[in-house]
């Protein structure tokens, strides 16, 4: 019986061929794009603002950021939907719907969340302040 060799495990380095100067420059890559995302989320987000909206009508506008809870009563397709936001984000805290799925899915409060009461058609969004500019194909 021959003896099993052991396994010859492969540094990273030894993963990454190229000369230093290439593995510095992927790390200058690494770095720059980790820079840049993080100042795009903190210039192009702004400060966060719920939008609440019956159908594709806006009916107000909040920042997320509040020290007094506020509460807003939407009326809906079906009756009224209440939006609190508060200290821990935006909820829709009460609707007149059946299943109240919005009500069970809490608290909102990163941009880009979204809670939405389908048949109420009630709407709440959470964008950023400032817009990203269009561009002659996306308008």
């Known amino acids: 019986m021959h003896k099993s060799e052991p396994l ?4 990273m380095w030894h993963w990454l061929k190229g000369t230093w100067v290439d593995r510095s420059l992927l790390l200058l890559a690494l ?3 980790a820079i840049s995302w993080q100042w795009l989320q903190q210039n192009l987000s ?3 603002m719920v939008h609440i909206y019956h159908g594709k009508n806006l009916l107000a506008t909040y920042p997320l950021n509040t020290d007094l809870p506020i509460h807003f ?3 809906g397709d079906i009756g009224i939907s209440e939006i609190t936001i508060d200290q821990y984000g935006v909820r829709i805290s009460h609707s007149s719907c059946i299943t109240q799925r919005c009500v069970l899915s809490g608290h909102r409060h990163r941009i880009g969340d979204i809670l939405a009461c389908v048949p109420n058609r009630i709407l709440v969004s959470i964008q950023g302040s ?3 500019p269009l561009d002659a194909v996306s308008e």
């Open 46 to 48: 702004g400060t966060p």
């Open 31 to 33: 770095i720059a794009i």
């Open 8 to 11: 010859n495990r492969a540094s």
């Open 130 to 132: 400032q817009q990203l």
């Open 73 to 75: 009563q939407a009326q």
